[in-house]
């Protein structure tokens, strides 16, 4: 078995360059003018909440959701997010965070 040269590159270490700052955030989400420039785009595509207008009601959608959590590995793209209302996103979030808090006390 051939030698390996000794590595420089500390373990985990990623492709970004000292210069580049590290995101503070844990997901992928886009922010600053990128993240309004989708969410206004997603609200406009979809105007009506697609969860009341599955359940036959009609609500102006003012929420980018993304339908898979980015938490869970859901992506920042335009096919997972979807336009809700506020009352709805809030029900989702709710249901999602007890989903999460079962999980992790499943873990243990
Ligand atoms: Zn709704």
Do not use: F
Request: charged content about 35%; glycine content about 8%; hydrophobic content about 30%.
């Amino acid at each position: 078995m051939p030698i390996q040269p000794p590595s420089l590159r500390r373990p985990g270490a990623t492709d970004r360059k000292a210069w580049q700052r590290a995101s503070i955030y844990g997901d992928k989400r886009k922010r600053g003018r990128a993240g309004q420039r989708d969410r206004a785009l997603v609200l406009a595509e979809e105007p009506l909440c697609r969860a009341c207008l599955e359940q036959g009601r009609t609500a102006a959608s003012t929420r980018v959701d993304h339908i898979k959590p980015l938490s869970e590995g859901g992506s920042d793209e335009r096919s997972n997010k979807q336009g809700l209302c506020i009352p709805c996103h809030d029900a989702k979030s709710a249901a999602e965070r007890a989903a999460n808090q079962r999980s992790r006390t499943a873990d243990r």
